[in-house]
């Protein structure tokens, strides 16, 4: 130790430092005192320095947890969207198909008079499938 008036430079191996004169004491039961001390607010601070880094694990693990909770419920809804816009196409789809099995084809008479007789469609045997198909696509819809 080196006196430099108000302060002392203190040299440990190959660590030198300063420290002012009211830092530094010659009783062991105050030094010891001091020790415990710094000891308990080194162990405080680092217990809350970790209780503060778990927080702040967990706050993002939450932010994640609630990053994907969005983003699935986006692609359930999408998904609900496609499969909304499917039905769509399919009732669509049906109801052609029911339209055209109800329709009546003109044919003439081959056998020279003038009688018009109406042919249903070959759709029209498959009209009860048909209709029964389009309330499964609308009941599902």
Avoid at 49 to 78: D, H
């Amino acid at each position: 130790m080196n006196d430099l008036g108000d302060r002392l430079r203190v040299k440990a191996d190959d660590l030198e430092f300063e420290v002012r004169k009211d830092q530094v004491t010659h009783d062991r039961q105050m030094a010891m005192r001091a020790s415990q001390v710094d000891n308990r607010t080194q162990q405080k601070l680092a217990e809350t320095m970790a209780i503060q880094q778990q927080r702040l694990v967990e706050t993002q693990r939450s932010q994640i947890a609630q990053q994907e909770q969005t983003r699935n419920q986006r692609n359930n809804l999408k998904e609900l969207e496609d499969r909304y816009r499917a039905l769509q196409q399919q009732e669509g789809e049906t109801l052609r198909q029911i339209g055209q099995a109800q329709e009546r084809h003109p044919i003439r008479d081959s056998y020279g008079r003038h009688a018009i007789h109406y042919q249903p469609d070959q759709l029209a045997p498959q009209l009860p499938l048909l209709k029964s198909r389009l309330k499964d696509v609308q009941y599902e819809k």
